[in-house]
């Protein structure tokens, strides 16, 4: 339900009862005084509940609206002394209101308080019955009111539940992401980046040992590689075994002498990449905070339960006091796991990291959902109102019978209450049941038997007022029935029973009175089934969608961080592979060369390891002119002649240069991984409206053109068209291949 359709179904319900009210002015006698009274009156009611009570973002504990409260009270009963019958449903306005600003207690006793008071009013002029009548109305209307003044308000915090809800899920995805970031690559380019200083060292001096090295960071950097996917699409499973051949020969690498015992149960997938994790973290810890000279890995069984010690010499003064955020993670990860990590030096001068977790592990569970509760009136309490104010309309209509007591006696009363008892029965059990769905042939049978209960005691006793409430069956056809044919029902169902009216005669007041009140009833009591029937479902639903909203959230943040993932890491990283095999190349031939292009390496490992941490913070923005020049240096070193014509683009939104940085990287990635080019030209061209920039080079296949749009071109494609700009990639009359980002100036 709309905001808009809440406040019409609210407008029609509160002029049903404002027109119920006139009429019956008219009918006491229609002088220009009163007539002008009582609409100054009601218009007042209908604005102080539309414009302040009904409206979403009123602070109903403020004096204003403590002041309009005042005067609703004036107007609910002030106009009694003028105008005694027809005013008697306006006192429903204030006791519902009183609910609505009111604080604890106090406003259940003004509620009750005030349908008294509209009850004293009518005694001496009305029989027992017809007292109570109003007593009930008046409790019955409060309801309504309260209920249907929440609608519009109810909207918006739904809204606004599901906004937060998409938020936190959001931010617990962040984190994730940011733990498996570090989990995974941290390693991976600290042990690039230990390789590549050994390897510059050995240069020169020992070009076998060298190569060898070059070759392993060539490996962990296609692995990095595939983790970076592998963490963009949440599927990574870390190898137990890879971790510990990973783990022997990084130590190796860094002089450490490595020890590893490892009784390698049948692990679950879990617990496996657990204890993988511990590995990774233990080696990276050790390498970045430590001068060990010696490790020991040990593993082993026991109870069921399969520990983990990863022991080294090298521990700092200070390592109880940090454990850092990489240990933090691994201990929520033992821990969601049923196990337990505890890091600290041991009194033999060693510092050990000691983790345990289940061999088999409990299935894993959907995390609770931690985010905002849910909005303040909640399920429970709208199935409460619900049924609270279709109980009072019926007991209203019963009560309303008992003013024809003498001419249909016990039976006629009995019978008109048994009709109101099956008319909420059915309201209750199957019209209202949000998880109920009929067939169309029991939804017909459902209405047909709602339509025997209001209809039956109306033609035997030829009383319009007996039997079940009529406004029932109309709210019910417009909920069970397709739209516009539900509506159409509800129409019909509120014509035939103001003809009703009309044919069987006057009842209480005159023949028209009774007939504009029957088409009143109708309306009002069908439309407030509609509508509490929907504020119903609108709870039950929010609660039942928390699940799917947080997870399209989540799919929405994992595609971003993907993207992220893709543009700075996978440049990164597919830079080190170009650049240790060309050193490989060079080892032999060219040491200095190599040395220096060892160096690069070092720098782009180290900017890697500031982007993953980038990334999972989302402060990441790329420099166009420091990219600008990173693209000339890697394609020189790919022996790619390259030319750069660039205009100044200083004055260039923030948003644009990091888009246009973001296109180049991955234009000379793509370049480097799949073309064969010998010439490449970087143009961007600024004018006062437009910038534009062009990738071009020579070395690109026909098949090659039809099958490279990857990834990376939909990411930048998305990322270019979201600045109201285009991008175009493919081949071109000069049998070159060419990559044009075209992206307003606003």
């Avoid at 060990?292 to 593993?299: G, H, S, V």
């Avoid at 923030?654 to 180049?664: F, G, H, I, K, R």
Wanted: proline letters at 4%; charged letters at 20%; one cysteine or more.
């Amino acid at each position: 339900m709309s905001r808009r359709l809440a406040y019409v179904v609210i407008t029609v319900v509160f002029a049903g009862y404002f027109g119920n009210a006139f009429l019956y002015v008219l009918q006491a006698g229609a002088t220009p005084t009163r007539i002008a009274g009582s609409l100054a009156c009601l218009l007042s009611i209908g604005y102080l509940q539309l414009r302040v009570f009904s409206r979403p973002g009123t602070d109903l504990r403020s004096a204003k609206a403590y002041l309009a409260l005042g005067a609703l009270a004036l107007l609910a009963f002030v106009p009694v002394a003028f105008f005694p019958n027809a005013w008697a449903g306006m006192p429903g306005f204030l006791a519902g209101s009183a609910l609505l600003v009111l604080p604890g207690r106090v406003r259940w006793f003004v509620f009750v308080a005030v349908a008294l008071a509209n009850a004293v009013t009518k005694i001496g002029q009305w029989d027992t019955g017809v007292v109570a009548y109003y007593m009930a109305s008046s409790l019955v209307a409060g309801l309504v009111v309260f209920g249907l003044s929440r609608l519009p308000s109810q909207v918006e915090q739904l809204e606004a539940a599901r906004s937060e809800l998409a938020r936190l899920a959001v931010s617990r995805e962040r984190l994730r992401f940011a733990r498996d970031l570090h989990d995974l690559l941290g390693i991976s380019l600290s042990a690039i980046t230990l390789k590549v200083e050994l390897t510059r060292k050995l240069i020169g001096e020992h070009t076998d040992r060298a190569q060898r090295e070059l070759a392993e960071i060539i490996g962990i950097t296609r692995e990095a590689l595939t983790d970076v996917r592998a963490v963009a699409s949440s599927y990574r499973e870390l190898s137990l075994v890879d971790e510990l051949a990973s783990a022997r020969s990084v130590l190796n690498a860094a002089g450490v002498a490595t020890t590893i015992e490892a009784d390698l149960a049948d692990l679950a997938p879990r617990s496996r990449t657990v204890l993988a994790t511990v590995v990774r973290e233990g080696v990276t810890n050790l390498l970045q905070h430590s001068e060990a000279t010696r490790c020991a890995i040990t593993i082993s069984e026991a109870g069921g339960f399969v520990s983990i010690d990863v022991v080294n010499d090298g521990a700092p003064a200070s390592a109880s006091a940090d454990r850092g955020s990489g240990l933090g993670n691994l201990a929520t990860r033992t821990t969601a796991l049923g196990g337990s990590l505890l890091a600290g030096p041991s009194p033999d001068g060693t510092y050990r990291l000691h983790a345990e977790v289940p061999v088999d592990p409990a299935p894993e569970e959907q995390a609770s959902d931690q985010g905002p509760a849910g909005p303040m009136m909640a399920t429970r309490f709208a199935q409460v109102l619900l049924t609270a104010v279709m109980l009072l309309y019926a007991t209203t209509t019963t009560t309303l019978a008992t003013y024809f007591y003498p001419k249909v006696g016990a039976v006629g009363i009995a019978a008109s209450a048994l009709g109101n008892a099956a008319m909420v029965a059915f309201v209750l059990a199957v019209v209202s049941r949000p998880h109920v769905r009929l067939s169309q042939a029991r939804v017909y049978a459902v209405l047909a038997g709602m339509a025997v209960c209001v209809y039956t005691a109306q033609f035997v006793f030829q009383i319009p007022y007996l039997g079940g409430v009529p406004g029932f069956l109309a709210g019910s056809a417009a909920l069970l029935l397709p739209r516009r044919v539900g509506w159409a029902a509800f129409v019909t169902v509120v014509a035939v029973q103001g003809l009703i009216y009309h044919l069987m005669g006057p009842g209480i007041g005159e023949g028209a009175v009774d007939t504009v009140y029957g088409v009143i009833a109708a309306t009002n009591h069908g439309l407030v089934l509609y509508a509490l029937t929907r504020l119903r479902s609108m709870v039950t639903e929010l609660h039942e969608a928390r699940e799917e909203l947080a997870t399209a959230a989540v799919t929405q943040e994992r595609l971003r961080f993907a993207r992220d993932l893709h543009d700075l890491l996978g440049y990164s990283l597919s830079a080190i592979t170009l650049k240790s095999e060309l050193t490989h190349r060079l080892a032999t031939i060219d040491p200095g060369r190599a040395r220096q292009e060892l160096t690069e390496v070092l720098e782009i490992s180290r900017q890697a390891l500031a982007d993953v941490r980038s990334v999972a913070l989302s402060y990441r923005e790329l420099s166009f002119a420091e990219e600008t020049q990173s693209a000339q240096a890697l394609l020189s070193a790919a022996d790619i002649e390259v030319t750069v014509r660039i205009d100044a683009c200083d004055q260039l939104p923030t948003d644009v240069t990091v888009t246009l940085a973001t296109v180049l990287r991955e234009g000379v990635t793509n370049l480097l991984r799949h073309s064969k080019a010998e010439h490449c030209e970087i143009v961007l061209e600024s004018s006062r409206h437009l910038v534009t920039m062009d990738i071009v080079n020579d070395g690109i296949s026909a098949d090659d053109q039809r099958s490279r749009d990857g990834s990376g071109i939909g990411n930048l494609t998305t990322r270019v068209r979201a600045l109201g700009g285009d991008l175009r990639a493919g081949p071109t009359p000069e049998q070159t291949y060419r990559l044009r980002a075209e992206i307003p100036i606003l």
